[in-house]
């Protein structure tokens, strides 16, 4: 299984970026999806989660201008950036738990990052 990661980008202050995650392989299930983001000298943190019914969690500083959706029939997650700041400059990644068909267990995975970065 792949997580793969697009829309990452360059934007001014008050802009949109829309990111979205893709799940592909062969026979498998997801459960929790979430954002996480890295700046430069800090630790990875998370963004926003959601659930596979569809409930979510959003780190403070983003509620209100950033959305966390996903499409369980297509594997693919969302994460709508609305009115970015500066201070939203970072690798954003894709997490899942998945569980392969022949497996018991939920593992985790990781997309390859892609780069937001919002100028002021």
């Known amino acids: 299984v792949q997580l793969v990661e697009s829309g990452g980008g360059f934007m001014q202050a008050g802009g949109s970026l829309k990111l979205s995650c893709t799940a592909s392989?062969?026979?498998?299930?997801?459960?929790?999806m979430g954002w996480y983001r890295q700046a430069p000298g800090k630790q990875r943190e998370l963004v926003a989660r959601i659930m596979r019914d569809g409930r979510t969690i959003h780190k403070d500083s983003v509620k209100g201008r950033f959305t966390i959706s996903r499409d369980n029939a297509k594997n693919t997650m969302y994460l709508q950036m609305n009115s970015l700041e500066p201070e939203d400059t970072a690798v954003y990644y894709c997490?899942?738990?998945?569980?392969?068909?022949?497996?018991?267990?939920?593992?985790?995975?990781w997309g390859q990052g892609t780069q937001v970065t919002v100028s002021s």
């Open positions: 997490n899942a738990e998945i569980r392969d068909s022949g497996s018991y267990y939920y593992t985790d995975y």
């Open positions: 392989g062969s026979s498998f299930s997801i459960n929790i």
